[in-house]
């Protein structure tokens, strides 16, 4: 890959990622200064601000990779990991907290448990984020102790099995931190396909009911299914796409490594949550209103 291209895709990684942090760092603000003002902040907004502070932190790293590819310290090397890992599994369980509080609030089904969810989620939202921290730090805590020193095949370019080698504090095989990420990446992103088909379900049903009523019997739950699905499955497509490059970046594989590969991986990365970030201040009225407010203040300033 010659100099012109790999700074190409240098500057185009650290520009989407630039975009990307202040699309988040906007939702982190307004939410900040609502709750600031109210002293009190919707349980939408609390799970949006939660999201979006995780994904700085994933974006963060991701910029920092990019600008400084020739940091090998070990030091740098290991944080770097631990970080990304425990930025990338929190976004994935804030969505899935997003997209279980969009199905319980906004979905009609009438089922008893279902109901019973439906009037507790609010009161089970905290524990849920909580929860959600709590199992993001124990996912990167293994990452502390990987080894990242050499490629795991031998002479014969197979696989490794239950290796571990001469590097600073590294213990655990690479090849088990990857099967340990993949599963507990898998968990939340679960919880999420199933409470956005359930929500796309509801819609479906309620679209149907009404198809039989007045022309002008729309009223504000199909809007809000609507908007809400919108984001869900944008996020949806867009977090597959995100998670499939850092399954093809991080897979122990026994090739040499392609840069091509690794730099469109980290793009996809980085541009797969800017986008949705900002398509949830499009899709948000409150948030669209406060970026308007903003735009015009500079305007006139």
Known sequence: ??????????????????????????????????????????????????????RLLLQGTILHSALLPKMYQWEVIRVHYVLLVLASTACLWFAACLSMFYCAKISTFTQRYFLL???????????????????????????????????????????????????????????????????????????FVASST??????????????????DNKDLRTDAHITAIKSLISFLMLYICSFVAEMLVGMPSCQERSRWKDYFCSLVIAVCPSIHSILLILLNVRLKLALKNMLFYMKCC
């Not at 490794?160 to 898998?186: C, E, H, Q, W």
């Not at 796309?200 to 007045?214: N, V």
């Open 1 to 54: 890959m010659s100099d012109s291209v790999h700074k190409t895709l240098q500057v185009i990684i650290v520009s989407q990622g630039a975009v990307g942090m202040a699309a988040s760092a906007f939702i982190v603000a307004v939410g900040y200064t609502d709750w600031a003002k109210r002293k009190k902040l919707p349980t939408c907004d609390v799970i949006l601000v939660c999201l979006c502070s995780s």
């Open 117 to 191: 969810i439906k009037l507790r989620v609010v009161r089970m939202v905290p524990q849920i984020l909580l929860g959600s921290v709590l199992v993001s730090l124990i996912s990167s805590l293994p990452f502390i102790w990987m080894d990242y020193s050499v490629h795991l095949c031998n002479s014969t370019r197979s696989f490794l099995r239950n290796a571990t080698f001469d590097s600073p504090v590294g213990t655990i095989s690479y090849f088990k931190g990857f099967i340990m990420f993949l599963t507990l990446a898998v968990i939340p992103l679960l919880f």
């Open 198 to 215: 359930l929500l796309i379900a509801s819609l479906w049903r309620h679209t149907k009911e009404m198809r039989h009523g007045a022309a």
